[in-house]
């Protein structure tokens, strides 16, 4: 595991229907130079944690997807947006490609992009304000931007996406196969 970029997984059985997302439902912790990504302030338990708790799937399967963006598309301005302000087609687009919050809208995800700087992989990530989503179980409460050696990033996001492909790959649902088909174009 990379001691600078961390994806950790305890996975645990959750009672849904899907069976992908049954399979790879996990607690999360994202971390990146020693800070937490995936730092939140819980509604319910009214107290911070830094684990998240979502099938890991669609996380696993938008870092397929994005795999060449975010490890080597650079930042195209010097600030993210945040949440609430109105950003370009492009600013759009951008976001959806390296922040993680794009992978699945009704996922509880931090605001937190990867992006390279010309030689390695930084990683941005925006706390949320208290209310912006009052529906989701909770919010992230860290800002903070830190840079990751490439190698280092690339090897921590493949053992992730590795450890996920491996609690699915049984499975013969078609979003799997197309993870599946994408994945080995990626180790190729």
Same mark, same amino acid.
């Given at each position: ?49 830094v ?6 799937f ?10 060449w ?8 301005s010097?600030?993210?947006p /945040?949440? +609430? @302000?109105?950003? $370009?087609k492009s600013? =759009? ?7 993680? &919050? ?16 010309g ?25 903070g ?10 090897? /921590?996001? +493949? @053992?992730?996406? $590795?450890?996920?492909? =491996? ?7 078609? &979003? ?7 994945w ?5």
């Open positions: 595991m990379s001691k600078y970029l961390s994806i950790e997984c305890e996975w645990f059985d959750q009672p849904v229907t899907d069976p992908v997302e049954r399979k790879t439902w996990a607690c999360i912790r994202i971390s990146a130079a020693s800070r937490s990504i995936t730092r939140l302030w819980d509604r319910t338990s009214e107290s911070e944690r684990t998240i708790y979502i099938p890991a669609p996380l696993a399967s938008w870092i397929v997807e994005n795999w963006t975010l490890l080597y598309e650079p930042r195209r010097k600030r993210l /945040s949440g +609430r @302000e109105d950003f $370009s600013e =759009a687009e951008w976001l959806r490609r390296h922040c993680l &919050r794009s992978a699945d809208s009704g996922l509880l995800l931090p605001q937190a992009c990867f992006f390279n700087d030689r390695d992989t930084c990683i941005q990530w925006l706390a949320d304000e208290q209310d912006l989503y009052p529906n989701m179980p909770g919010h992230f409460v860290e800002s931007e830190v840079r990751v050696s490439q190698v280092e990033a690339e090897l /921590s996001l +493949r @053992e992730f996406v $590795s450890k996920v492909f =491996a609690r699915v790959e049984p499975l013969e649902d078609d &979003r799997v196969v197309r993870m599946r088909e994408n080995n174009a990626i180790i190729e």
